[in-house]
């Protein structure tokens, strides 16, 4: 090694992206768990899940760098990468909570409809599933308008999580026409078809719910109508 060497930064030479990558990534929980150390790390991981979130919202993805973020958090750009890898890990980060809790609520309605024998318990199970996404999405209300907002674009950067996650909705809502019809509770239209048309009629009401309240009503009443209409629509001939 030469003299001169010594003196060479760690990751010179490297593009900015590569120097990110090239951090060792960090520890899941320093220190004990509950201990001060593990309390710091969490409160800045969700200062900076905060002004991420308020900046994709404001600006938009395309928008939005490390520098904003961290600025707005009010650290330092070095904190970021010690719990984020770039932009994309951020946003999964912030949407993997509602990404969980959808899978549970699709899961449970596709357990339900596969032991459906009427169209009682086909309405049941529609309703609960119409339910469990009410709760989910008034608890996270920022991350639903987000994922609304920016799922529909080119899956690359900070977008992949949301257009993963809209790919998944799909894939279960696809899953549930397709066991609903397997028990003849549903009349044999292509099941991609009109999956596909609930969820883009599901996810249009949502984004009006969230952004223009006043026009949708009240929400539990706008579900329970849409999901009147979706299988009157679909009802076996």
Partial sequence: MTKQSLFVPRGAGLSRSARAHSRPPPKERPGPEGGARDKNRRERVASLE??????????GLDAVTVDGVVLAAGMAKGS????????????????KPVATQL???FATCEGALLAAKTREALVDAYETLAAQLAVIILAATDVVRLYLQEARGAKRGARAPLVLLATDVRRHALGLTEAAQRHGLLRPASPFVSSHAVVGAVEELVFEGLTRPKRLGPPAAAAAELVGLVLEGLRPR
Avoid: M
């Fill in 50 to 59: 905060r002004a991420g979130l308020a900046l994709f919202l404001e600006q």
């Fill in 80 to 95: 970021f990468y010690r719990y984020f890898d770039d932009l994309e890990s951020l946003v999964a980060h912030v949407v």
């Fill in 103 to 105: 899978r549970g609520a």
